[in-house]
């Protein structure tokens, strides 16, 4: 084994010019491959993953109005493909006219009411839940309005009975402000009994603007529904599933089907990119080896004349190809795991996430695969010091 690392070393020492090209352009195949799957650990997966994930993708739109009752509810919810399900009033009802900073003049009008409760989605881990006369307010409202949690505001219900106009007005507390990220558009998270109320005072005359918020049997149906399905995946069954009891919906994600085949393949294209990559280098390692040999002939006919076993003639090649392999993917690694802590640093300090990622594993994969590589692409070169004996030296003089 010694012996062979020796002549093996001190071949590439002679042929230092070409070792060096070749170390080369391996790094300079094989960087770009791991700067593109850093990018892929790092900024792409994350924003793939955060459309995915993101709650509004997983909603399910009614289409028209309806009339669904308490069981249809009670259904959905044990359905285990669903993550939330509530009643929603008929959206011409769901906006108010106004509503007001109660310690100040800023107003914003024609705001979309959404009702909400324990367990929505967009609410979680954002804002707190809503509660009867405890709402929540959209980044673009409370910034609109200049409230923040904590604060009141007053919101305007009018309506037109026989040309006779009439409104109603009632204090709100503020429990918090949903981020932008969430909910972009100026919006008002309030209860079910609010929604309804405001539903009930806009149809029914004999309600009045000063009781219009007294408590009032649930309807014995609901126009419209607010339903989340727990998966990306789960949405098309789901839909399917309503569709066939009579029930329209949309995805508010329409390229819910495209977020998911691009994640589910994303791997597996670049997967297919390495393979071409590392077939190409497969060949020039081969070819390069096989070539060396014949170089060589004589000095591998002379090795066995003296007396060296063919086994550790073989050594030759695969040593030489291990050496190669190696110092272009440890020279390669040196360049990218410094490139991407040069681009964390950079962009860390603004967007505050990891642009790039190499892992672990990654790294262990990359060197697993230039020692197979190296192995594997050196057995031609084998097979060929096998057909040279001791008597190839002889015959050229």
Request: hydrophobic share 55%; charged share 20%; with cysteine.
């Amino acid at each position: 084994m010694k012996q062979a690392l020796m002549i093996a070393w001190r071949e590439m020492r002679h042929e230092w010019l070409a070792s060096l090209c070749f170390v080369a352009a391996l790094a300079g195949g094989l960087a770009p491959l791991l700067v593109v799957l850093s990018l892929k650990n790092g900024v792409i997966e994350a924003m793939v993953d955060r459309l995915v994930e993101d709650p509004a993708n997983r909603e399910l739109i009614a289409v028209g109005a309806g009339q669904h009752d308490a069981a249809f509810f009670a259904a959905l919810r044990q359905r285990p493909d669903v993550a939330f399900a509530m009643p929603a009033t008929r959206s011409i009802n769901a906006q108010a006219n106004a509503l007001r900073n109660s310690a100040g003049r800023e107003t914003a009008r024609a705001v979309t009411l959404i009702g909400s409760g324990a367990g929505d989605p967009l609410l979680e881990g954002a804002a707190p839940f809503v509660v009867p006369g405890g709402v929540v307010l959209s980044e673009a409202l409370a910034k609109a309005l200049q409230l923040q949690a904590g604060g009141q505001v007053e919101i305007l219900i009018a309506r037109d009975i026989d040309g006779r106009q009439e409104a109603a007005r009632a204090e709100l507390d503020v429990l918090g402000v949903l981020p932008a990220v969430r909910y972009p558009r100026a919006a008002l998270f309030l209860a079910l009994p609010d929604l309804l109320a405001v539903e009930m005072f806009r149809d029914d005359p004999a309600i009045t603007p000063s009781d219009w918020r007294s408590p009032r049997a649930e309807p014995d149906s609901y126009a419209s529904f607010r339903l989340y399905a727990r998966r990306l995946e789960d949405l098309t069954p789901l839909a399917a599933a309503l569709r066939a009891q009579g029930v329209e919906t949309r995805p508010r994600a329409q390229n819910a089907e495209l977020l998911l085949g691009f994640r589910n393949t994303l791997g597996l294209l670049y997967a297919l990119i390495a393979t071409l990559a590392v077939a190409g280098f497969w060949a020039a390692m081969a070819a390069n080896l096989r070539a060396m040999v014949a170089r060589q002939r004589v000095a591998f006919s002379l090795l066995s004349l003296i007396g060296m076993a063919n086994r550790r003639r073989r050594l030759v090649p695969m040593l030489q190809s291990l050496i190669l392999v190696m110092a272009g993917i440890v020279l390669t690694l040196a360049l990218v795991l410094g490139l991407d802590l040069a681009v964390n640093q950079l962009f860390e300090s603004t967007t505050g996430e990891t642009v790039a990622r190499l892992r672990l594993r990654d790294i262990g994969v990359t060197l697993l695969l230039g020692v197979v590589t190296a192995v594997t692409a050196a057995l031609w070169a084998v097979r060929a010091i096998d057909r040279i004996g001791a008597e190839d030296v002889l015959r050229e003089g």
